[in-house]
């Protein structure tokens, strides 16, 4: 009977231990805000702290770590901390904000309502991207005193509230990458993921990339990830350092799509990790023979948006167009003086021109190539805005009497023919004085009334495209803008009038803003140029500078002359 009942008390231990995984994986909280996730601990409040200190402390513990704000929710009363359920939106506000008292008298001795008085400076959507705002935040908290004398939160906030000191330390922004048919290009779509633990931040990234691009690029580029497509399992890495991407869902799609996908993820971890990627599709490698990918194996998308050395710039200069390289006034009569140029534009590849010529009281467009006589086209106002070249060289954009998006597109006949842009999302905050494409033809900077916005270019061809999502970029600390140009895919340089800051540096969604120093500069500054791998070209009161990184002393560019306007092409 012993050895019997010892038989099956062995059986029962194993098959218990049959329901425990020999071996398990850490599951990465992909994507999450600091609200999701389970019940966790954190430190209660200092003893005895009082309803103003409660409250801002409160605010201090949105963003540190832990499971389901465990931080912020020990500021709760004991039904707070079961019930709040905040929003996945977080609003991001100043530094330096107020807890004062409601003047309001509360019935109850031990209740009391505390404001919450700042500068709401943006929100972090539930793309997990920044949109900009500048205004009053002000927040009403209902505190009381508990049994045991303690102050408690007992209406928490629905959105998070946290500092931009805070959300600086804990997010980091990663531009995730989707793809634009229309350019053959990979477009950054600027996103914040939590930066603790960084061994989570590949996943985190790939769930951005599965749930599409955010609200601001939407119908500009295309999902390559979307349904049926999911992540099979955890994003993980191996012994050897090899990060393992492993896909689903992606039967029948061939080969070519397989590739497009492979860049989209390896351009957007690019920024989370250095390491091997191997990307699976159901357990196979997602491109036949190449399952492991690192960046410069990647082919060169997006190649024909490259400036090419060979083009150097130009600039207008009393009435004429010059090379920035030498000098020299261009061939034809843009360059001795057949026209009165007040502005032009050179086309990616170089090779042709669009240029605004002064006729009387009267501005037109002129499209033609490089070195020949320049057709006028059916375009003329008051005033055309500095044309801006979409990606090729076969459309060219201007705004007439700061009202009216133009747009003119050559015909197979060889024609220049206007074509309509749907704009009224971007013309409604005001006159357009300036207008820039991005390279990859996704956006376009513009300075409406002195402030810099910028908007997604919706659609492909036809009278089918139209301008949506307008930002205000640094709507509060970025004012009297007066030019605007592309440095990157996702970062701008914006001159103003401003004496202390003439030349910024600006992320595309308005997070950052950096200064550039100002030193050997006359203001005011009226004119810039820039582009990727291309140094700086600002153009003030005596000539025009360069530089290439914040910080830099702007030099004297070698061909500067007075009252020039420096332009890459573009």
Request: negative net charge; contains cysteine; hydrophobic residues 40%.
């Amino acid at each position: 009977m012993k050895r019997v009942l010892l038989a099956v008390l062995c059986l029962l231990l194993v098959a218990g231990c049959a329901n425990v995984p020999l071996e398990s994986q850490p599951v990465v909280v992909s994507g999450e805000r600091q609200g999701q996730g389970q019940n966790a601990e954190a430190p209660e409040p200092e003893q005895g702290i009082d309803s103003l200190t409660l409250v801002r402390e409160f605010i201090r513990a949105t963003l540190k770590p832990g499971q389901n704000n465990a931080a912020a929710r020990a500021y709760l009363d004991d039904q707070g901390r079961a019930n709040w359920r905040p929003s996945r939106s977080l609003t991001i506000i100043q530094d330096t904000f107020g807890t004062v008292y409601d003047t309001e008298p509360q019935p109850d001795p031990n209740t009391q309502v505390v404001n919450v008085r700042g500068i709401d400076i943006g929100t972090l959507d539930q793309n997990s991207s920044f949109v900009p705002d500048y205004s009053s935040a002000l927040l009403h908290v209902k505190v009381r005193k508990q049994q045991n004398g303690q102050w408690r939160i007992v209406d928490p906030p629905t959105d998070l509230y946290a500092t931009e000191a805070d959300f600086s330390e804990n997010y980091t922004a990663v531009p995730v990458s989707f793809y634009s048919e229309s350019s053959n290009a990979f477009v950054p779509d600027r996103r914040y993921v939590v930066a603790k633990p960084q061994s989570g931040l590949p996943g985190r990234v790939m769930d951005l990339l599965v749930d599409g691009p955010s609200t601001s690029l939407a119908g500009t580029v295309k999902n390559l990830l979307g349904e049926p497509v999911e992540i099979d399992t955890n994003v993980k890495s191996l012994d050897d350092g090899t990060l393992v991407v492993p896909l689903t869902g992606l039967t029948g799609v061939g080969e070519n799509i397989r590739n497009l996908i492979a860049a989209q993820i390896v351009l957007s971890l690019q920024y989370v990790t250095s390491a091997r990627i191997r990307i699976l599709a159901d357990g196979a490698p997602l491109v036949p023979n190449h399952p492991d990918w690192r960046l410069n194996e990647l082919p060169a998308y997006g190649a024909s948006l490259s400036l090419s050395l060979d083009l150097p710039g130009l600039m207008t200069v009393g009435g004429r167009v010059r090379s920035l390289g030498d000098g020299a006034p261009v061939p034809g009569p843009v360059g001795n003086g057949g026209y009165d140029v007040v502005s032009a534009a050179q086309s990616t590849d170089g090779k042709r021109l669009a240029v605004v010529d002064r006729t009387g009281g009267q501005v037109h467009l002129r499209i033609g190539d490089l070195g020949r006589d320049l057709p006028l086209v059916s375009l003329a106002g008051s005033t055309l805005s500095r044309p801006t070249w979409r990606p090729g060289a076969s459309e060219v954009w201007t705004v007439a009497d700061q009202l009216t998006v133009a747009r003119m597109v050559l015909t197979p006949n060889g024609q220049w023919t206007p074509l309509t842009v749907n704009a009224t999302d971007l013309t409604q905050q005001g006159g357009i004085s300036e207008l820039r494409f991005s390279r990859d033809g996704a956006r376009v900077a513009a300075v409406i009334a002195g402030q810099l916005w910028v908007a997604s270019v919706v659609g492909g061809t036809g009278d089918s495209i139209a301008l949506r999502e307008p930002r205000h970029l640094q709507p509060h600390d970025l004012q009297n803008v007066v030019d605007v140009d592309w440095l990157s895919q996702d970062t701008l340089v914006a001159v103003t009038t401003s004496t202390s800051q003439p030349v910024v540096k600006v992320t595309v969604d308005g997070q950052r803003m950096d200064a550039f120093n100002s030193s050997n500069l006359t203001p005011p500054v009226h004119g810039v140029t820039a582009a990727p791998s291309r140094q700086i070209v600002v153009a003030d009161a005596s000539g025009l500078w360069i530089a290439s990184v914040l910080g830099e002393v702007w030099r004297p560019q070698t061909h500067s002359a007075k009252d020039a306007d420096p332009f890459y092409p573009g």
